[in-house]
Each structure stands twice: as C-alpha cells, then as structure tokens.
C-alpha cells in the first residue's frame, strides 16, 4: 500500500532580542459625535475605521448621520477620512478591504427613501466613491456585514422586516463586483433577527451569528452558509427565563471548532446586566459549552474576538460598564476558554472609554484596538497599539482591572437544525452619496518600549503541500497573497483576511514562489 505523507510548509520569522515599538493611543473626529463600528487592518500595515459621524458629511451638525471612513498608516497617521451620504440618516456597520486595494462599505440609510434601505459603497485606495447602490423592498431593509469572495462578488448579510409582523427575517444576499444582485434570500424567524458577524471557513464556507430581539429576550444564534449562500445548519440558545443573551463575534479555530463572543445575563438576578460571554460548538454546530467572565451585578459585553492562530489564545474585547463609568475591557482566555488574563487597553480614566469594538493582532505581536471614546469632547474613533501583553504603556494612561470571576455559562441550544430560505423581493437602485473630507486628528500619547521578544514565530501556514491547487492558508495578519512561477512571473494574486482561508488556484504541476506581505517560501502542485 502506498503512502502519502501530507507536509505544512510554515515559515518562520526571528525575531530579535528586544523590539523597539512606538505605541500610541489617536482619536478621530470632530465637533460632534463620532460612533466606530469597525476597524479592520489593511495590507500597506495601517488600518481603516468606519462608523457614523454628526461632525462631517452633507448632515454634518443635524440630527441625522452619515458614514464615515478613515484611513490610517501603521502609526496612527491618517491618510484619509471620507464622508458620505445624505440629509438624514446613513449608518454604516462593516468595512472591508477589497482585493484590488479598495475598499467596501456597508450599513443602512433613510436618505434615498421613506424606508430604510442597506446601502453598499465602493471606494477607491484614495477614498473616493466608485459606485454606492441601495438594496430596497416593500419593507425596511438593513445592512449589517459584508464579505468579499474570490471571485470579487461580495456576500451582504442584513435583516428586512417581514410584512404585516413585527419580527425581521435574516437577508443574505450575493452581488457581483459591481454591486448587483445574484440572488437574496430571506431566512425567516418569528423574532426579530439582528446579525453581527461574518466569517469563513477554512473549506470556503460561511458562519455568521447575531442574536433575536424581541420584547421579552435576546437569544443567541449562528449558521453555516455554502458558497451559493443556502443554509448548512441553523442553532439558537433558548430559555424559558426572560434574559439576554447576544453573539457579537464568530471564528472557527484552527481544529474546525468555532467560538462565539458575545454576553449573557444567564447568571445574572438582572436581566439587563449581563458577563462577557464566550461559547465553542463544534463544525456540525453542537454546542461544547461556554464560559462567562464578569463581576456581579456589573454589565460586560464583548464585540469582538482575536482567536490567535499561533498561541491559541482567545482575546473577547468590548466593554465595562458599572453605570458610573464604561471601560474598555479585553478578557484573554486558552483554547479552552479557561480565563488566563484581564486587561483595560484603552486609555483607564474613569468616564472616558466607551467601548473597545475592534482587535487586531499585527506581525511583531503587538495589538491594535478601536473603539469609541469622550476623552476629547462628544466622541470620537480612537485607535490604540499596545504591546504583546495587551498592556497599556504608562504614558498611554491604563489602569488595572477586577477581580474578575469566571463561571460555566448555563445556557441551553437547540440542536442544529435545517434553515430554509426563500427568495426576498429586494431591488438594487444606483445612488450618487454627497460627499465631504473629513478629519480632525488627536494624538492623546506615544511613547517607545523596548519589549523582549525573543521567541520564533510563525506567521504563516499553507497546508497540505504539496497540493492539486486547493489548499487552506492559515495568516497572523490580513495580506496579499502572491504566487510566482520559478521564472519570476505572478500566476496568482489575492488579498486574504487574518486566519484561515480556502484558496483554490488553477497552476500546472511544478515548484512556485509565495510571499505574503515579504515573507516568502516555495509550494509544490502536484495533480
């Protein structure tokens, strides 16, 4: 019997006995009121904020918002910041970098209807509008995620409400590059859906997961799409007791396992307070348990999840808040959840941090947070660097948190389940969005650290190798991945979020050069 021995090609960077590192803590805004939503990091080593704004924008000062985009460099400098939308209400909630070094926006608006429509933008690598479309139906539609696949077509994941009902169905739709539809479909509940996160897989698929609202309680939810976007399975948390329970953030892990981030009042007398909440199923969906982290009586919630591929460390960030004062809080936990760290990366004053939603890892192991802050008048976007530990330099404010307990978090999953789709009358409408610079820049601290980093560490992963041309691609950071042939020539280029990622490329059999983000190494096809 012949055997085949299946080879992971990892490649390694040393790093030196001490790192030198400027972190930083900068805010983003204006005059008015500034609300952050996401950052993600770009593959130039900075990273690109979206949010709302009242201080910039054609309904700058009104009471209405528009979207606004800021584009950094790696040390905090802005580059760009764009406002766009009309005279009344754009809010938008995802941002991402698309692969031709663009960018792509989602949320909702009132600006273009008497309804509320999802409004998609694409923007260039300068911030300038390419194309913006509204997705509208005889109801109020709202965007929430947006992902871009492979083939350029970009996944939406929203809500529209459900005709003569109070309840919202999930909406996933599939546009081609420019914006129009493929298909859309409705995934209806008889609750309320609001939709928070989506992620891939490391077989191509989708996860998304989001939480119902209706007057009594939020529970919990998560799904599995395919790539034509029908439904896999289907799994909500339930409870007999009036209580909130919200997923905020999805990742599958490295085994295939996925974890969810998010809070609970499970274990709470108050139904309105709830703890920081992480909970692992596994790749079918059956629920492993979970771990709830907090102090009685007090609320945390996380916003967002770093499942580090290398240290598998799990890292819920989002916020405190005890009604006098809201912090920013990051619970670190091992890959089985077990609490090992508390950490306030934000700035530690008292009253000033509103909410970390953002966690990003970079290639030295440092950490870039986002979030929301008062600290400079009405709120701003604020972004953070903090060292290896997460740990908030002394010039850079910070102050310690806890004690912090953990306890087993004792909820309760419906078994997954099918998730049946029908097709959602939704239309696509070209819109021209006024548009406005913006950008008022704060630079609240810096300072140098020399932080010991002596170990190796892997920054990539591709497995199997050799392969036929489909292989999963494991990234520390988001970056272009290129390939070449033996005599210099790129045969493939792509740009590929952190972790994991499914590539499926068309290469003869032979020996080909990969470098992402300058760290290089070879790959083998063999059909």
């Not at 950052?39 to 080593?45: A, E």
């Not at 910070?398 to 009358?425: D, E, F, V």
């Not at 601290?445 to 497995?463: F, K, P």
């Not at 970056?479 to 280029?493: K, N, T, W």
């Amino acid at each position: 019997m012949q055997s085949m021995i299946k080879y992971i090609l990892i490649f390694y960077i040393l790093i030196g006995t001490t790192h030198a590192q400027e972190y930083f803590t900068t805010t983003y805004g204006g005059s008015y009121l500034e609300q952050l939503t996401k950052m993600r990091p770009t593959t130039d080593g900075g990273y690109v904020m979206v949010g709302s704004t009242d201080s910039y924008g054609p309904n700058a000062g009104s009471l209405g918002t528009n979207y606004y985009i800021v584009k950094t460099d790696a040390t905090g400098l802005q580059q760009w910041a764009t406002a766009l939308g009309g005279m009344n209400t754009d809010f938008p909630y995802d941002v991402r970098q698309t692969n031709d070094g663009g960018y792509i926006v989602f949320g909702y608006t009132t600006s273009f209807s008497s309804l509320i429509e999802a409004m998609l933008v694409r923007l260039d690598q300068s911030g300038q509008i390419l194309w913006a479309k509204t997705y509208s139906a005889s109801t109020n539609v709202e965007g929430y995620c947006v992902f871009e696949k492979a083939n350029a077509n970009f996944i939406l994941a929203g809500v529209i409400e459900i005709p003569v009902s109070t309840a919202k169905a999930n909406w996933i739709a599939e546009t081609d590059a420019q914006g129009n539809l493929v298909r859309s479909y409705n995934y209806q509940s008889s609750f309320g859906d609001r939709i928070t996160d989506i992620d891939t897989t490391h077989d191509g698929n989708f996860l998304i997961c989001g939480y119902t609202a209706t007057p009594w309680n939020n529970e919990a939810f998560l799904f599995k799409l395919d790539t034509a976007i029908n439904a896999i399975w289907y799994v909500r948390e339930y409870s007999s007791s009036t209580h909130i329970t919200r997923a905020h953030a999805i990742r599958e892990l490295s085994n295939g396992s996925i974890v969810i981030a998010g809070g609970s009042s499970a274990n709470e007398s108050n139904q309105y307070v709830s703890d920081m909440m992480m909970y692992k199923f596994d790749s079918s969906g059956n629920a492993q348990g979970g771990v709830l982290y907090g102090q009685t009586g007090i609320y945390e919630m996380a916003y967002d999840l770093w499942a580090d591929p290398i240290s598998k460390k799990l890292y819920a960030n989002g916020e405190v808040n005890d009604q006098l004062n809201q912090l920013g809080l990051t619970i670190v936990a091992d890959s089985e959840m077990t609490m090992i760290d508390v950490v306030n990366p934000g700035f530690g004053k008292l009253n000033y941090d509103q909410r970390t939603s953002s966690i990003t890892r970079n290639a030295d192991r440092s950490f870039s947070l986002s979030g929301q802050t008062n600290e400079t008048g009405g709120g701003d976007f604020f972004l953070a660097l903090r060292d290896s530990n997460l740990q908030a330099v002394q010039a850079c404010h910070g102050m310690s948190l806890g004690p912090y307990s953990s306890w087993n978090a004792p909820l309760q999953w419906l078994t997954p389940q099918p998730y049946t789709p029908i097709n959602a009358a939704i239309t696509a409408n070209d819109i021209t969005p006024q548009v406005a610079n913006g950008g008022m820049v704060n630079f609240l601290c810096s300072t140098v650290s020399n932080e010991e980093l002596s170990e190796e560490h892997e920054l990539l992963r591709i497995y199997p190798n050799p392969s036929t041309g489909k292989f999963s691609i494991e990234l520390l950071r988001s970056g272009v991945l290129q390939i070449y042939d033996m005599m210099g020539r790129e045969v493939f280029s792509h740009i590929l979020p952190s972790g994991f990622s499914a590539v499926d490329v068309e290469l003869e059999n032979g020996i080909y050069w990969v470098n992402v983000g300058g760290i290089k190494g070879k790959m083998i096809i063999r059909k």
